[in-house]
């Protein structure tokens, strides 16, 4: 069956990095465009990344350009966030999502927390 499952996520300081990492299975995975969402307390589901099936050509939300890069594996089936100089407005559950036409699969979320 489709998986996606997201590891990574943590506590960190303001000015920290953390990497995100989405194991995906039980689909073809080079042949969808992958993303990463958020979504705060309180707040909608928001679209961090994306990254298209081979890995080109990404794109970001103004708010974590020049701090977070997408990036993925088709040989292993991963895609990552790297996310940098976080701040406490990060604080989220990041959510990875595969996408093809009618197929859009989700993983169950990871948290990320920025606190001093």
């Known amino acids: 069956q489709v998986q996606l499952v997201e590891s990574g996520g943590g506590l960190v300081q303001p000015g920290g990095s953390l990497r995100l990492s989405c194991a995906a299975s039980g689909f073809t995975f080079s042949r969808f465009f992958m993303k990463w969402y958020r979504q705060a307390p309180g707040k909608e589901r928001e679209l961090v990344a994306g990254i298209i099936s081979g890995g080109g050509s990404t794109n970001y939300a103004d708010s974590v350009k020049g701090r977070f890069t997408i990036s993925r594996d088709n040989a292993k089936n991963m895609v990552y966030l790297q996310m940098n100089n976080l701040k406490p407005e990060d604080t989220a559950v990041y959510y990875c999502?595969?996408?093809?036409?009618?197929?859009?699969?989700w993983g169950q979320g990871t948290q990320v927390t920025v606190s001093s």
């Open positions: 999502n595969a996408l093809r036409g009618v197929w859009d699969y």
